[in-house]
DNA sequence: CGGCGCGGGCGTCAGGCATC
DNA sequence: GATGCCTGACGCCCGCGCCG
């Protein structure tokens, strides 16, 4: 029962981030991919685990989330031996649980790695790293274009923007989708897009070659236009992920809510068995 | 019905951070 | 150092409920 750990008692104070900003030594999925940090927010999010460094620690899943999906080959790293893995429905997967307490990586031998360490420690990841994790990386293209739809509560077209550099816009009804692709659209001197007006209100990027005849010179007005379509895309870019942060935080913010809730419950069947306990224990005693 | 407060969402800016 | 991404902060708008 002692693996059981409350987490409450990190050194933060109340703030709800303290907890998986000290207890990173847990690492599930990718290990290619992502950093410690960002992972121990993925084993938070789908499973409601916290694992601090100096106790044994719970992973424990929520009745609302889908139990982790361990694929083969990766690790749940430990501070302690005797750690609990425990699920909602009882059911306890197979796991390699690892001593990382000697890990080199985690040491902290001298100045620089101690500061390194801690950085890794204390940053808070992003959102999108958070809860892109949480449909697994070979879904990331399709949930980028998913989550990239600029659907406006103003207008009702919807546009995507790919990384590779194509431009998709759908009607929302399914009923066709064209695709314009651009080449470099990023770099110096590539392609510039502009806006354009589709057959049904929508609005879309249009790439234009930049026009330097010679290749030499660009008059000023052609610059400022340049200048303005970069701006128009960088605040396209950064409405967009504003939108998408706003999205992930309100995602994110439900987790820490049903881990609210997990840990409410946990404490009132700790509670009601330590009570149970003492009525026994005090029973035997008048025996 | 009009005014008011509140909550939620949005766009934009600014600053920090990661990557190249 | 340049560039792009992420996110907090700010102001604005809109919808909703309440009150006189």
Known sequence: MDALVEEN???????????????????????????????????????????????????????????VQLSKGNVILVGKPNSVIQTASGNIQTLQVVETGSDDSLSNDDDGSTKKRRDILTRRPSYRKILNDLGGGEIAGVHFVETTSLISHRNSSNIHVIPAGAIQISSGQGDGMHTLTMTNATSAGGAIVQYAQGQEGQQFFVPVVAQNSSGTMQSAQQMAEEAARKRELRLLKNREAARECRRKKKEYIKCLENRVAVLENQNKALIDELKSLKELYCQQKVE
């Open 9 to 67: 008692g990190n050194p933060g104070g109340s703030d709800p981030l303290a907890a998986e900003e000290v207890g990173t030594v847990t690492s599930v999925g990718d290990q290619d991919s992502y950093s410690q940090d960002s992972t121990t927010y993925k084993t938070y999010l789908q499973v409601q685990s916290v694992i601090q460094p100096n106790q044994q620690s719970v992973i424990q899943t929520a009745a609302n989330i889908q139990p």
